[in-house]
């Protein structure tokens, strides 16, 4: 793949020269990038180009699980807790924004702006009506807790050697 991009080598895009605005080149790179990255986005494809420098646009998460809780974290670097939409359907978490533009006159940037969404699968074991969130520093945390039958069910299995 890398040998696919002229700075594919050295892993540092070129910076391109001239006013940005009235490049039609860089325009259409910016569009290509949001088509590739909203196919990516969510795609197991993602996981094998993140190496090459190919991410989605969508924050990056962690997700832990205990016998009471699920929790998500989730990196939102120059967001603000009123840019973040947080919702729970069914089992299914999705995390929504958008980050603005900051223009700074800037030649060349590579910096991301616009909307995103991330939805992540938690399961039929959440509780819909015991869920926090908390953001700071641009990190979001949201904890959902188990319903108590979920709780019960888990059994552990010894393995017999």
Known sequence: MSDLTPWGRNRTAPVPRGN?????????????????????????????????????????????????????????????????????????????????????????????HGQFQRSLQLGPDVDPDKVAASFRNGVLTVTVAKRPEAQRQVKRIPISG
């Open 20 to 112: 940005d605005e009235n490049n039609p080149f860089l325009a259409l790179q910016r569009e290509m990038n949001r088509v590739f990255d909203s196919f990516l986005r969510g795609s197991p494809v993602a996981s094998t180009l993140a190496p090459l420098g190919w991410t989605a646009t969508g924050p990056h998460v962690e997700v832990s699980e205990t016998e009471q809780e699920v929790r998500v974290v989730a990196e939102l670097p120059g967001l603000e807790e009123k840019d973040l939409a947080v919702t729970l359907h069914d089992g299914v978490l999705i995390l929504s924004g958008e980050k603005k533009a900051e223009s700074s006159g800037a030649v060349y940037s590579e910096r991301w």
